[in-house]
Structures are given as C-alpha cells and as structure tokens.
C-alpha cells in the first residue's frame, strides 16, 4: 500500500488546459474515487498519476517519492482500463500471469498467485478460456485479476465498468468493493457514474473544468454540497432548482416564487444575514425531500403547495411525477401508486429543513 500525494499538477494540451494546479492526498488503503462530466480532467488526472500522461507541472508522489520522471512500468500501479486491454491470443491464465512473467516470476509462484486471484474472482473455471469465449463480465474479471497478482502499491481503474450493462455494472460494483475490503490496497477509481461514486466511494473527489470542485464522503458530498454544481450532480434523479424571492415580513422570512405562492425559509436559514429582503435566489429541494400531504411527510415539514402533475413515471417500487412551478419544471419521487395519471392535482409536502438555498452570483451553497 501507499499513500498518493499531488501538489500542483499542471496538464496541458496544446492550448487546453486540462489539469489547473491539481492538489490532492490519497490516504494508504483508501478506495478514492474521481468523478465529473465528461471531459472535466478525471481521467487525464488518472493517467498522469500512472505516467501515461507527462505532467507539465507539480509533482505526483507515491509512497513518499515523487514519480515524475519514472515510466509507468517503474511506479509499482496496476491499472484496470476500460476496454479490457487483454491478449486476444493467449488463454485467461496467462493473461492474468503476464506481468509476472515479464518480472522473470518463478512458475510455482505465478500458478499460486492466479489461481488465488482466480479464485477470488470466482473464474477459477476459465482459466483455459480464451478473451473470445468470455462475456463482457468475465474479460474485466481477468483485468482485474491481472492486476490483483501485481501486489502493486497503487491500483487504478478508469471507467471499468462503463462497457457493461445495467445488471452486470450492479454486480461488479459489488465484486470491485468486496475486493479493496479483502485485499486494502490504495485505489483510485474514475467514472462519469454518480450512483458509482456513491457506492465504492469512501471519499468522492468531483473534478469540473480541470479544478477539484469538492472532495469529502459521499454523504457530506450529498448533505453538504458546497456548490449548485455539486448539489446538480449527486442524486438521482438530480435535485430541482428553481429562482426565489426572499421576503421578510412581520419577522416571517418567505420564498417568494413569480407565480404568488412562497414557502417559508428553513429555520436554521431564516435568521441568516444572506436573506435579505427582496434578494433573489436560487431554491434547491432533492425528489425525495417533497411528498404528498399524508404520505410520509416528515413531521414538522409542513409547508406545502398545490400542483398539477404533468407527466408520471413509475418505475415499480417508485413514482417520479414531474410538475411545474414557475414554469420551472420539477421532479417529486412518490409511492409506486401515489399518483396514477396525468392532471391530478395534489397537494405537496415540503421537508424544508431538507432545501438548500444557492447565491446566484456565486453559485455557492447558503449555510450560514
């Protein structure tokens, strides 16, 4: 295991800026994973840190030395691509045993070490197989399998999982944390996926525009987003937004929408100095933080308003029913049969001590 230090990492291309003074700190046996839209530098960071990529400045340090100047194969990682990168024409077996043969391994030790990691991903029965003969979950068992048998100081997967569908993305999910809890090696993880982060993650660093937007938990990322960018990104479906209206009247402190209707100001929110009268902001409330009147409404959250709803999409355990508030449109998880069809009006729950307000200005989260 190692620990991973970043300090100022630069990288560009031509004139694309793709990494802008990236610093960072990966702690021995955490399981980190990068996130972003595409093209926000996530996977340009990763493959700087494996040497695939020339940093045009900073320094990147494993276990205490910093890399810069190494090759790939000289910094002691395995790496999990997307694409699989197998042999085409040598069996499973001497796949996952490649790069202890090129480190001149002795065979009893090669044979122990694939069949331990064979073993631990459940293809001990493959091992004579050829990448042609296997399925899109079993060829990434075998990349991972080649770098298990590394003992590697560093493993990094970029978007393994991206080729797969939705059912095998689930059950390799489980399989990849499973291993890091079995084995503790340091390891970073990229993809576009939220819902990946927010599963293997024991930290989330979510990259936009070639900066580090917030790093922490996944759940402080959740709960506690700095930014609407954060806030936008995290959740599914994502959180609504919608433009207000403070309004402080006979010590009352509402938010005021177009239409006439306002709900209160959260409570730990109404005495804030940021909620001056007649200043607009930005409203942000999660699909499950809104419920109808009598359903689940979480106790004291008793703002609520009226709305039609437009479009209804169950999805057999849920319902996301979508309906306007100043043209704005917004979406409200339910029970599976709260709302039938279209046009039903229903009378929504607000959990306010659940919505976050957001300085237009600056983008940033009001908490304070």
């Known amino acids: 295991m190692a620990q991973l ?13 793709a990494l802008k003074g990236i610093d960072l700190d990966i702690a021995e046996g955490e399981f980190c994973v990068f996130v972003g839209p595409s093209g926000c530098g996530k996977s340009t960071l990763l493959r700087t840190i494996a040497g695939l990529e020339e940093a045009n400045g900073g320094t990147v340090e494993i276990g ?3 890399v810069n100047d190494l090759r790939p194969r000289d910094r002691n990682i395995a790496m999990v691509f ?3 990168a197998l ?3 040598l069996s499973v077996f ?3 045993a490649f790069g202890l043969r090129a480190r001149k391994v002795a065979d009893a030790e090669i044979r122990k070490n694939v069949a331990q990691a064979a073993d631990m991903l459940g293809i001990s029965a493959l091992l004579e197989r050829y990448p042609r003969q296997l399925s899109g979950g079993q060829r990434q068992r075998v990349a991972i399998g080649r770098a298990i048998v590394r003992d590697a100081q560093l493993f990094l997967f970029d978007e393994p999982l991206s080729n797969l569908d939705a059912q095998l993305r689930d059950g390799m999910r489980a399989e990849i944390k499973r291993l890091h809890q079995e084995i503790g090696k340091t390891t970073i993880y990229v993809t576009h996926d939220q819902i990946e982060a927010m599963t293997l993650a024991e930290r989330i660093v979510l990259l936009r525009d070639g900066v580090i937007e917030q790093q922490g938990s996944p759940l402080d990322l959740f709960e506690r987003p700095a930014t609407r960018f954060v806030a936008g990104f995290l959740g599914s479906p994502q959180m609504n937004f919608i433009g207000c209206r403070v309004s402080r009247k006979d010590e009352r402190t509402r938010l005021q929408f177009d239409d006439g209707r306002s709900l209160p100001a959260p409570d730990r929110l109404a005495p804030s100095q940021h909620l001056t009268d007649g200043r607009t902001l930005v409203m942000g409330v999660r699909p499950e933080h809104m419920s109808r009147s009598g359903e689940g409404s979480t106790p004291g959250a ?3 308003l009226k709305v039609m709803i437009d479009l209804v999409q169950p999805t057999g355990t849920r319902t996301y ?3 306007r508030l100043d043209d704005t449109e917004m979406t409200v998880e339910l029970p599976a049969h709260a709302v039938e069809r279209p046009g039903t009006e229903v009378d929504l729950v607000f959990d306010m001590s659940r919505i976050i307000l957001i300085d237009p200005e600056t983008d940033r989260v009001i908490y304070d």
């Open 302 to 304: 008793s703002a609520s």
């Open 5 to 17: 230090t970043i300090r100022g990492l630069q990288k560009f291309y031509g004139n694309v800026h």
């Open 82 to 84: 997307q694409n699989y």
């Open 64 to 66: 205490g030395s910093v």
């Open 321 to 323: 029913a979508q309906f």
């Open 94 to 96: 001497e796949n996952i």
């Open 87 to 89: 042999y085409p024409y």
